[in-house]
């Protein structure tokens, strides 16, 4: 067996993060280039992309980027032939592109969680897959954000937490047949986080209700984590090696609660469901962030601080309202 990571295993590095123009994403790639790493950012928008880029290149990191679609078949091959032409092998892969779905079940369709599938399993199934060979040729470092929707199945979240539990149990098999050849494989499961995400998310149902619980729970100081003491955490358990990490005391106080009373964690969560907003009679379909902030008449100072982040994660800004 390999022995455990020694912080600052991963400085002078080659680094692939997927979807890092914004968000934690960016926040991770930000970390690495702090660390000594060279940066290789993927995202499907090429100007948010060319400006992350820049933004690391500006700090003196090594740093490329490609714009792609990650749920392309073809998409790994681009992304693996980019690390290559520009830094060589590929050392730690960062799997953390996502969509965050909201709304409740009557207004969700088949298609939304294929789409969630698609971004949060089977495109990350395929990277990886692409990548081992690097991976194991240099004892590398994989890193799979998942979330404690992956353990526990948080209402009006139905998409995002059915494909965070199968990302769940793919980065602890991986974990588990990975170790015989030195790979190290770090599953993350973060609770709420001050990205911004808000304002990323897609609503259903009724858009302007579902923005509100949303984005005050992801703006909650007490009930949410600042970004950067996220990514350095994240980092820090990929570095030393740690199989899985969960971030946030809310998350973990739930995942022990789960884990000693299941049913009654479940029984929570049905009264939890209660409490929230119904789908309407004409529900609407995945409605952006920004947008669904202006159906919304939760007061501004509310999300104050999550704002506040995605301006720094170059999060698109909510709509005044």
């Known amino acids: 067996m390999t022995a455990p990571r020694r912080k600052g295993r991963l400085r002078g590095r080659t680094a692939l993060v997927t979807g890092s123009s914004r968000g934690l994403g ?46 392309d078949p073809e998409a790994p091959k681009l992304l693996l032939d980019t690390v290559h032409r520009y830094f060589g092998r590929l ?22 969680f ?22 194991r040729a240099g004892q590398g470092t994989l890193v799979n954000v998942s979330s404690v929707g992956g353990r526990i199945a948080a209402p009006h979240l139905l998409p995002y937490v ?5 990302s769940a149990g793919l980065s602890e098999g991986l974990h588990a047949e990975l170790a015989q050849d030195g790979v190290r ?31 005050a729970a992801a703006s909650m100081p007490l009930l949410s984590m600042d970004a ?14 740690r199989a899985e990490l ?17 049913a009654t964690t479940t029984r929570l969560l049905g009264l939890a469901a209660r409490t929230l907003p119904r789908a309407g009679d004409r529900p609407d ?8 902030a202006g159906r919304s008449r939760l007061p501004g100072w509310a999300t104050a601080l999550g704002d506040r982040a995605g301006r720094r994660l170059h999060q698109e800004p909510p709509a005044a309202g």
């Not at 379909?285 to 669904?292: K, S």
């Open 26 to 71: 960016l926040q991770l790639a930000r970390e690495l280039a702090g660390r000594g790493c060279r940066v290789v950012l993927c995202a499907r928008g090429a100007e948010e992309l060319a400006a992350a880029e820049a933004e690391l290149r500006a700090s003196g990191a090594e740093a490329a980027s490609v714009a792609c679609d990650l749920t």
């Open 91 to 112: 050392d730690v892969l960062v799997n953390n592109a996502g969509v965050i779905q909201v709304g409740p079940l009557g207004a969700l369709r088949e298609e939304d």
């Open 114 to 135: 294929r789409e969630a599938m698609e971004t949060m399993l089977f495109a990350p199934l395929r990277l990886t897959l692409a990548a081992l060979p690097d991976l």
């Open 162 to 166: 059915a494909a965070k539990f199968a």
């Open 185 to 215: 494989v770090t599953t993350v499961l973060p609770g709420l986080m001050r990205t911004g995400s808000h304002t990323a998310a897609r609503f259903h149902g009724r858009p302007g209700a579902e923005y509100s619980w949303f984005a």
């Open 228 to 241: 950067g003491r996220a990514a350095r955490a994240i980092l820090r358990a990929a570095e030393r090696g």
């Open 246 to 262: 969960v971030l946030t005391p809310a998350a973990k106080a739930a995942v022990r609660l789960h884990g000693v009373a299941p």
């Open 285 to 292: 379909h995945a409605v952006p962030g920004a947008a669904a």
